[in-house]
């Protein structure tokens, strides 16, 4: 199975700043997926990180909130701009595994916004 | 309508009990069907995968899939007080593609 580290664990942020979260996977990947989870919801996806082109990005969420990095096949970064309470969320990355077509996650990065 | 529709509980349950968790949804092209476990403050955890219908069995987990009544379920035999979690159901076109999720259901088994 797929090994992802995702990075900070957990953060505690002032408003109107900003935080990268960094998602390391074990091996090659061809899409990386972008989750945010909020309190006592279930996880809704954010955008789909393609190696070598732009990131495509869900109804309601946007490239200049949630810029997307995919520099290679074993690793993307999600940005949370000028953050709000309101994004006090926790965020997963997510890929599939080709070869055994299953899907793993990262621990998740807990965010919360002050 | 929602996607995927899961009764989000909460479920409690004594020690051995057998649990049932379910999730209908709507799209006839969902194909792949999963079952994570999520602890508190953690990610989802894998628990099951299946393609198409039938029935998976691991050790003391089964996972149904009834596609022509688009109905999943995920059965825990014996159940733990380390079986204490929310379940999420999801499910996928196709490989590749993004996940569509159930609420999550909580569980709770007590000892």
């Known amino acids: 199975s797929a090994v992802i580290s995702q990075k900070p664990s957990r953060d505690i942020c002032q408003r109107g700043t900003s935080l990268t979260i960094q998602c390391q996977v074990d091996?090659?990947?061809?899409?990386m997926f972008w989750y945010r989870q909020q309190p006592g919801q279930s996880l809704t996806l954010i955008a789909t990180?393609?190696?070598?082109?732009?990131?495509?990005?869900e109804s309601g969420f946007v490239i200049d909130k949630f810029p997307i990095s995919r520099p290679n096949l074993t690793f993307s970064t999600l940005t949370v701009s000028n953050m709000s309470p309101e994004d006090s969320s926790i965020y997963l990355c997510?890929?599939?595994?080709?070869?055994?077509?299953?899907?793993?996650f990262g621990q998740g990065t807990r965010l919360t916004v002050v | 309508q929602k996607e995927v529709e899961q009764d989000p509980g909460p479920l409690s349950v004594p020690e051995g009990a057998i649990v049932s968790l379910n999730c209908t949804y709507s799209?006839?092209?969902?194909?792949?069907f999963m079952w994570y476990r999520q602890y508190s403050r953690k990610g989802p955890e894998l628990l099951m995968y299946?393609?198409?219908?039938g029935n998976k069995e691991d050790g003391r987990f089964t996972a149904q899939v009834d596609k022509s009544s688009k109905y999943i379920s995920l059965f825990i035999r014996d159940s733990q007080p380390s079986d204490s979690a929310t379940y999420l159901c999801?499910?996928?076109?196709?490989?590749?593609?993004?996940?569509?999720f159930g609420t999550g259901t909580s569980l709770t088994v007590i000892p």
């Open positions: 997510s890929v599939w595994e080709q070869l055994n077509t299953e899907a793993f």
């Open positions: 091996s090659q990947v061809t899409m």
């Open positions: 990180a393609n190696q070598g082109s732009e990131a495509t990005y």
């Open positions: 799209n006839s092209a969902f194909q792949y």
């Open positions: 299946t393609y198409s219908s």
């Open positions: 999801a499910m996928s076109p196709n490989t590749g593609n993004q996940f569509y």
